[in-house]
């Protein structure tokens, strides 16, 4: 199975959605539809897409209310958010970027500029210091590709299951306390319970131990996680 960063539309006009699913497609994206602002956030919820390009004319929700329950959420807080918006509506892209879109792009748009912003806050969401392709054990990580391997298998990862890897595999051996892994991955200003680091460990162990033979991470009892560095010796 090939990994593919996963970008949701949400849209209501079918021929925009035709034309933006053909060119994604084509640029190595899968791609997942929303034509209601209710079904944008399901959708989003579900199936934690890499990226969203948000309508802001949409029915039932508008794009800006759907950008704040996303924001609002722990499953997407941090999805990066485009938002499509009609010329002229200057003080609602400002407001847009308010409510938490790392980028806004006017309609009409040119295809080739769209894909150019896309790559670009796909970029932005890697860490920027660090080399592209980490490796440990049978585990590559490539943050500029958004692409995890284990085995030689691709491993499809949520937005957070991926920042916690990515930390994980930086620090190889190292143990992280739940608290220390809530204040990297999801920010101290934010109230989340240790419980969740445990839900999304357990998830990013699911995706990788699909694959492997061993665990590569280790619970270390009333201590917390780490990536066990020995494991595929
Ligand atoms: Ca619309």
Redesign the pocket.
Known sequence: MMLKPTVLVA???GALITLLRYNLEREGYRVLEALNGEEAILVANEQQPDLVLL????PQLSGIEVCRRLRSRQETRNVPIIMLTARGEETDRIRGLDTGADDYITKPFSMTELLARLRAVMRRIRPSLAEDVVRVGDIEMDRAAHRVRRAGQDVHLGPTEFKLLDHLIQHPGRVFSREQLLDTIWGSDVYVEARTVDVHVGRLRKALNGIGERDPIRTVRSAGYALDDTFAA
């Open positions: 849209e209501d006009e309508d802001w004319m949409l």
